[in-house]
């Protein structure tokens, strides 16, 4: 038996649909059903009615809903508890931060809050987009870094929690320089013909980025997926290997720009996306729990932007 079954099944429960559940847990969709049926071969019984669209749940499958968000509210709550147990860190501001912003920007946001703020004792919890917004909801971060784009926001109260922009990010396409210092691969492509296109994995919040650049995009880029991850650093390894091209942060290229390990793969301001870096925390007064350093970390960086 594995908890995040039940993360499924609830998820399942609220959205009545097998296809949105996979995307909003970032999951293959054959991958999703399997652990529902795996939740089924452990309970005995059949779940889901999937005769029915959307789909329902059996009354097997109401009762063990009910009893699903018990145990993971009780599980939730037995953590924080044994969180509060661990005075040492009271002083440790706590990052949720999905990978890609994980690799790239945190670390030379954090080194330069050092010089600027105060040697501050941080914890990077790295986890892909959804999940990292799922601890900031469920109280098990301090605060919640990630990319904003207008045509996909966070699902965040705004009366309940609160943002500060810290900057901006550019997503653009890169490849491999080829022995005449272009690109292997670029866009457009040429007419009749396809690109090798490293791609992020269903559901990843930078892959559905790539899905807006496309849709605004004047004619069709073309793209043919070759391989997949739902880490931009992966993609960056395959690009530079020369497997095709690849939609990266800029800020994750800039070594490598400068050695000319990769380049851009389409025209300056062609097929590029600006998304905000965003900081979010619960509201202090609808806190449930804070700390003195990310508060003050908080005020700093708001009295900044006056």
Same mark, same amino acid.
């Given at each position: ?17 097998? +296809?949105?559940?996979? $995307? &909003?847990?970032?999951v293959t969709q054959?991958?999703? @059903?399997?652990?529902?049926?795996? =939740?089924? !071969? ?99 971060c301090d605060l ?6 207008? +045509?996909?926001?966070? $699902? &965040? ?7 500060? @922009?810290?900057?901006?990010?550019? =997503?653009? !396409? ?21 690109v090798p296109y ?109």
């Open positions: 038996m594995e908890t995040k079954w039940f993360e499924d099944f609830v998820s399942l429960a609220e959205t009545r649909s097998f +296809s949105r559940s996979a $995307q &909003l847990r970032h054959p991958a999703f @059903s399997r652990r529902i049926q795996s =939740l089924e !071969a452990w309970a005995g019984i059949e779940l889901v009615d999937r005769s029915s669209y959307p789909t329902r749940l059996t009354p097997a499958g109401e009762t063990l809903q009910a009893q699903a968000l018990e145990i993971l509210g009780a599980l939730q709550a037995t953590r924080n508890m044994m969180r509060g147990h661990k005075a040492a860190g009271t002083d440790m501001i706590e990052f949720a931060v999905p990978h890609s912003l994980a690799f790239t920007f945190f670390p030379h946001w954090v080194m330069d809050l050092r010089k600027r703020f105060a040697a501050m004792k941080s914890r990077l919890i790295a986890l892909n987009v959804h999940d990292a917004v799922m601890h900031l909801v469920e109280g098990s919640l870094l990630a990319y904003h784009h207008p +045509s996909l926001p966070l $699902q &965040l109260n705004p009366d309940r929690y609160e943002m500060l @922009s810290l900057g901006h990010e550019t =997503l653009a !396409a890169y490849a491999r320089a080829g022995a005449d210092g272009q690109p292997m691969f670029s866009l457009p492509a040429a007419p009749g013909r396809t490293l791609s992020y994995a269903p559901g990843a919040y930078l892959g559905r980025l790539v899905e807006v650049i496309a849709k605004q995009a004047s004619e069709p880029l073309h793209l043919e997926p070759i391989y997949e991850t739902d880490m931009a650093e992966g993609l960056k390894a395959m690009a530079i290997e020369g497997h095709g091209l690849a939609f990266l942060p800029a800020s994750s290229v800039r070594k490598e720009l400068k050695s000319r390990r990769l380049v851009h793969a389409a025209p300056a301001g062609m097929h590029e996306l600006a998304v905000d870096i965003r900081l979010y925390r619960e509201r202090p007064e609808m806190a449930r729990h804070t700390k003195p350093g990310a508060i003050a970390l908080w005020d700093f960086l708001a009295s900044s932007r006056k």
